[in-house]
C-alpha cells in the first residue's frame, strides 16, 4: 500500500534554530494531519490541512500543504527545548496511516 | 476530546504466552483502532476494531495472532498470541471523533510490552 515518506529522518538542532520536516506521498491526499510524539509519550494532534496550497500557523509552527496535495511541511521558527519529539504526518481517509516520522533533537 | 484509558501500560512476558491489552473510551464512538510501533518506528495500523461485527485487519495482521474483541461501543481488547521477541513494541489504541474531514485521532498512553 501507500506509504508517505518523511524526510530528515532525524534533526539535531541548536535551541534557536529553524526545523522542518517534509512530508511526501507518491499519490494524491485527501488531506494531512501532523501530530507530535513526545519521548516515552503517545502522538497528539496538532493540525489538519485540506486545501490545495493551504497554510496554517500555530505560535512558531507554520503548515502547508502542497499545490499537488502530494507533499507537505512542517516549520518550527526558533525551535526550543519543548519542541524535541518525533513529527509525523499522517492521512486521514477511513483510517489514518502515517507516515514515516522525523525525530527532532534540541540542544540548549 | 475523547480520553481514553489503556493498560496495562507496560508488561514483561514470556515467549509463548499471550498478553491482552485493553482500551476504555469515555464516550461512545463507532471505530476504534490498534497500531503496533516498534522502536524508532512509525505508527502501523493493525486493525479496526468495529463494534457489532468482526474486526478488519491490515496487510500483515492476522486474527489468530491478534484477535480483537469490541463487545460494546466504549470498550476495545487486542491480544498478541503466542508471542515471541518479535512482538516486542509499543501497541497503542486510537478513535476519531469522526472519521474523515475536519476530525483528529486521540491515542491511550499505549502499552510497552517486552517479550523474553
Known amino acids: 500500500g501507500q506509504q508517505v515518506m518523511q524526510i530528515p529522518q532525524y534533526q539535531h538542532v541548536q535551541e534557536g534554530e529553524d526545523f522542518t520536516t517534509y512530508c511526501n506521498s507518491s499519490?494524491?491526499?485527501?488531506?494531512i494531519q501532523w501530530y507530535k510524539q513526545r519521548p516515552g509519550g503517545h502522538p497528539v494532534f496538532l493540525i489538519q490541512l485540506v486545501k490545495s496550497g493551504e497554510v496554517k500557523k500555530q505560535k512558531r509552527l507554520t503548515f502547508q500543504f502542497g499545490e499537488a496535495k502530494k507533499n507537505s511541511s512542517l516549520h518550527i521558527t526558533a525551535t526550543q527545548t519543548t519542541d524535541v519529539g518525533t513529527y509525523f504526518c499522517a492521512e486521514n481517509t477511513d483510517k489514518l496511516i502515517f507516515g514515516t516520522g522525523t525525530r527532532l533533537q534540541v540542544f540548549p | 476530546s475523547a480520553v481514553i484509558s489503556q493498560k496495562p501500560s507496560r508488561d514483561i512476558c514470556q515467549r509463548g504466552t499471550s498478553l491482552t491489552i485493553q482500551c476504555q473510551v469515555d464516550?461512545?464512538?463507532?471505530?476504534m483502532f490498534w497500531y503496533r510501533q516498534q522502536p524508532g518506528q512509525s505508527l502501523t495500523l493493525i486493525a479496526t476494531a468495529n463494534q457489532g461485527s468482526e474486526a478488519t485487519y491490515e496487510s500483515g495482521f492476522v486474527i489468530d495472532k491478534f484477535p480483537i474483541s469490541r463487545p460494546n461501543l466504549t470498550f476495545s481488547t487486542l491480544t498478541v498470541s503466542n508471542m515471541s521477541p518479535e512482538d516486542s513494541s509499543i501497541y497503542l489504541c486510537s478513535v476519531g471523533s469522526g472519521w474523515g474531514m475536519n476530525t483528529e485521532a486521540f491515542f491511550g498512553q499505549g502499552t510497552r510490552l517486552t517479550v523474553v
Open positions: 464516550s461512545q464512538v463507532t471505530m
Open positions: 499519490t494524491t491526499l485527501s488531506n
